[in-house]
T-cell receptor, first 113, second 115 residues
Framework: QKEVEQNSGPLSVPEGAIASLNCTYS??????FFWYRQYSGKSPELIMF????GDKEDGRFTAQLNKASQYVSLLIRDSQPSDSATYLC?????????????FGTGTRLTIIP | GAGVSQSPSNKVTEKGKDVELRCDPI?????LYWYRQSLGQGLEFLIY????????KSGLPSDRFSAERTGGSVSTLTIQRTQQEDSAVYLC?????????????FGEGSWLTVV
């Protein structure tokens, strides 16, 4: 089982609709969860991070975390063509000063005008 | 510097040659990470430095790969006797301290092609 799993997509969503991106992780010791956006040929950029169970909202983005189900998601409201990118889920495990941030393979999102 | 700087941005090398990739983190950032991303793939963790120490080297794919960091700043990733499967973009990232409370920032990557 992969440490961090995402549906590779592509996920196509009409402009203005809600895009829902999902991620599951295998290590129950995971402590922090991150969503990165990566445009083709560019490096990843952080969108949001979440530590606690529940929802965290930032503008059009909402991250949701359910540690019991080992599940984290990202909702993008009012999707725009500029949101078309690959979205990477990342999970952090820290042990005695050693950190490992593990990424999923990403979900490719296309917003259709 | 203003951001994480990596060099070279592009490198084409012949199979069997050694290559050295450099990362200059954001000034003051103590944590530094190397990842590898093959075409169309996710990010593969290679190594993490806290200061000059690398607590976890388990991500390095083989003994042909090595990394070091000096002065708590610049890091170099060295690949010896390159193979075609080493072709990928090598991403470096840094954060102020441990990730737990800080954002990591990625450089633009070093695109390596082994022919």
């Amino acid at each position: 089982q992969k440490e961090v799993e995402q549906n590779s997509g592509p996920l196509s969503v009409p402009e203005g609709a809600i895009a829902s991106l999902n991620c599951t992780y295998s290590d129950r010791g995971s402590q922090s969860f991150f969503w990165y956006r990566q445009y083709s040929g560019k490096s990843p950029e952080l969108i949001m991070f979440i530590y606690s169970n529940g929802d965290k909202e930032d503008g059009r983005f909402t991250a949701q975390l359910n540690k019991a189900s080992q599940y984290v998601s990202l909702l993008i409201r009012d999707s725009q063509p500029s949101d078309s990118a690959t979205y990477l889920c990342a999970v952090l495990i820290s042990n005695f000063g050693n950190e490992k941030l593990t990424f999923g393979t990403g979900t490719r999102l296309t917003i259709i005008p | 510097g203003a951001g994480v700087s990596q060099s070279p941005s592009n490198k084409v090398t012949e199979k069997g040659k050694d290559v050295e990739l450099r990362c200059d983190p954001i000034s003051g950032h103590t944590a530094l990470y190397w990842y590898r991303q093959s075409l169309g793939q996710g990010l593969e963790f290679l190594i993490y430095f806290q200061g000059n120490s690398a607590p976890d080297k388990s991500g390095l794919p083989s003994d042909r790969f090595s990394a070091e960091r000096t002065g708590g700043s610049v890091s170099t990733l060295t690949i010896q006797r390159t193979q075609q499967e080493d072709s990928a973009v090598y991403l470096c990232a840094s954060s102020l301290a441990a990730i737990g409370g800080n954002t990591i920032y990625f450089g633009e990557g070093s695109w390596l092609t082994v022919v």
